[in-house]
Each structure stands twice: as structure tokens, then as C-alpha cells.
């Protein structure tokens, strides 16, 4: 399936059915009075998260969404049916937008959490409600009002704990492969990956994480260089970045240059993604002579970054370190968590 993470679309919510002007005709009911009823209420348009959904592909094609209108009161104090409400279903991590003012709606973050989109017009009232001492048959009613009509603008951002951040050729589809049973696609060439993917990393029976990798960044994706940062909303909810750096570039290619110009990348696209905290991964300890080499090359670059932040060295393709690093992730996460529970205490 198509990976679709922005769509565009129209929501007509249902307008209020006419109230009715009727008058009683019973045989033996001598001056019946006023009978009629009430239309019924629009019906609304609402947005649900459903965790069985990753796409947003649905809303590409089908744009425009309306819920029924009301139908109108009749006599013999008959009221309308309302009409039927629409549930857009999106999945979990969608944000929903006006597109008039950019103003948030809703932030669908959890399973089976929804929220009202468009919000279907009032019934009008029959002439059942006009009646008074001095108006015994009144003839007044009134219509129904119109439905909510907006277009909003639908983003999806996946929910995972770990991002992943490199450059093209860092490694990070073949590390995503080696901590979890994820399986993007693999090869020699830049921009591999052209869509978000996710893995379990799953370090006991009970203990897990999600880890998250996106299209590797270049230097001016600002100014829209390779895939731009048209991806690095899917790593705002993470709590932990893991920035993988190639022990064993191409020649001429300066890693730590490479490491500074992507995280003035990410500053230039979100200061608060930027200030995320931003592990330093050196993959590809495998293409070193030895371990010493290895580990050589990655102080190096790390001196030269003048990197404060914890380190390690790992390599995706034999698995060193992986699992270590797998450990320590969660070890973080669950301190995370821990920390905040005892706040909100």
C-alpha cells in the first residue's frame, strides 16, 4: 500500500430538517390545534483513530465527506429523523487542521479516540412551540439551520518512542532490520528508504520500544535538497534521537562535517526537535581493520564534534553492539517514564 502521510478534504456536516406547520383534523376534536412537529438535527461529521490504519491513502482520492440532513417535522406531532452521522476513520497520530487558519482541531494520539469535525445543524421548530393564550393557531415555524461546512487538512505523524537520523548511506534501514523485525529495503545506493518505517525493538517478554526511520537528511533540505524535511514530522513524538554517523565514509566525505550540517538541519525545521535528546551512533565499526580501529575512528569524530552526549559504536551489519545499545534506549525510556510519573505525582 501507498504511503500517504498529508491529504486534504471537505467536510459537509447535514442541515437541520424544517419544522412543520400543521393544524389537528381528528374528527370529535373541534378546534384541533397546532400539530406540528420538529425537523430533525443534521447529522455531524467526526473523526476516529483506528490503530488498524498507517495511511492516510483513503482521504487522497475521497475528498469530500457529508453526513445526511434532518428530515422534516410533520403533523400529529410527528418530529423529523436526524441524520445519520459520518465517522472518518484515520490512523492513530493523526493531526487535523483547519485550512482556513492553520488552527489545530484535533490530535488523535490514542486508539479509539474521536473528534468532532463538523458539527450538523438544529432542527427547526414546528408550530407546536408558537402556541400561547393569545395565538391559538399560529402558523409560524421555523427552518432548519445549515450544517458546519470546513476543509481541513489531515497529517499524519507516527507514534513511535525512537527516531532514527542520518544522513543517505548512514545505515539506519539495516540497524532498524538488526533490533527488530521490521524489514525496510537495503542497498548500496543513497535514499533507499523513501517512506517512514517502524520496528518493536524487543529487549524482554515485557519490555519494548518503537523505533522509527525516516529518509536520510542532506545538507540545504531546507531549500529542499533530496527529499527535504518533509519527513522529520514523524520523529516530533519520539522522546530519543539516535543520530547514526558511517565510521567508513566515501572518500573525500568528512563525518563530523556531515553530523554538524544535518543538526543544523533539523534546528532550521524545528528548534524543539533540535533540543530533543540526540545519542551519537557510529555504525559501521565492521568496515574498520579492528576493533581498535573502530573505535579510533569514532573518537576522532567525536572529538572533532566536541559531542557531550552518550556515544557507541555498533555495527548493524554483524550486530555488534546492537543489542547493548537496545538495552541502554530503554534503560532511558523507562527512567523517562518513571521521572514523569513521580512529576505528576
Not at 32 to 60: E, K, Q
Not at 144 to 170: F, I, S
Not at 263 to 285: F, I, M, Q, S, T
Request: net charge positive.
Amino acid at each position: 500500500m501507498k504511503f500517504i502521510d498529508e491529504a486534504r478534504i471537505q467536510v459537509h456536516a447535514g442541515k437541520g430538517g424544517d419544522g412543520s406547520a400543521a393544524f389537528r383534523r381528528e374528527k370529535f376534536v373541534p378546534r384541533g390545534g397546532p400539530s406540528g412537529g420538529d425537523g430533525g438535527r443534521g447529522g455531524s461529521v467526526w473523526a476516529i483513530a483506528d490503530r488498524n490504519l498507517n495511511t492516510l491513502i483513503d482521504y487522497r482520492y475521497a475528498r469530500i465527506h457529508r453526513a445526511g440532513d434532518g428530515e422534516p417535522g410533520r403533523g400529529a406531532d410527528k418530529y423529523g429523523r436526524g441524520g445519520a452521522d459520518i465517522q472518518l476513520r484515520v490512523p492513530v497520530g493523526t493531526l487535523i487542521r483547519d485550512a482556513a487558519d492553520g488552527a489545530l482541531l484535533a490530535d488523535l494520539a490514542g486508539d479509539g479516540q474521536r473528534a468532532l469535525l463538523a458539527k450538523g445543524g438544529r432542527g427547526g421548530l414546528g408550530n407546536l412551540h408558537f402556541k400561547s393564550s393569545v395565538n391559538r393557531a399560529p402558523r409560524q415555524f421555523t427552518r432548519g439551520e445549515a450544517g458546519e461546512c470546513r476543509e481541513l487538512l489531515l497529517e499524519l505523524r507516527v507514534l513511535a518512542d525512537v527516531g532514527l537520523l542520518g544522513m543517505p548511506n548512514a545505515g539506519k534501514s539495516t540497524f532498524i532490520r538488526a533490533v527488530s523485525a521490521a524489514r525496510p529495503k537495503v542497498a548500496d545506493y543513497p535514499f533507499t528508504t523513501l517512506n517512514p518505517s517502524l520496528g518493536v525493538v524487543r529487549i524482554a517478554h515485557d519490555a519494548s520500544f518503537v523505533l522509527a526511520d525516516i529518509p536520510g537528511l542532506i545538507e540545504g533540505a531546507a531549500e529542499g535538497a533530496g527529499l527535504g524535511h518533509q519527513f522529520l514530522r514523524h520523529l516530533s513524538r519520539t522522546r530519543l534521537l539516535l543520530h547514526l554517523v558511517d565510521l567508513a565514509p566515501p572518500e573525500g566525505a568528512d563525518p563530523a562535517r556531515e553530523a554538524r550540517a544535518l543538526a543544523g538541519e533539523l534546528r532550521k525545521y524545528d528548534p524543539a526537535l533540535y533540543r530533543k535528546p540526540r545519542w551519537l551512533v557510529l555504525n559501521k565499526a565492521d568496515l574498520a581493520a579492528n576493533a581498535a580501529d573502530a573505535d579510533a575512528r569514532a573518537r576522532r569524530i567525536v572529538r572533532a564534534l566536541r559531542w557531550k552526549e552518550p556515544w557507541f559504536v555498533v555495527s548493524a551489519l554483524s550486530g555488534r553492539g546492537c543489542r547493548a545499545l537496545s538495552a541502554k534506549v530503554y534503560a532511558f525510556l523507562s527512567g523517562a517514564e518513571k521521572r514523569k510519573a513521580r512529576r505528576a505525582a
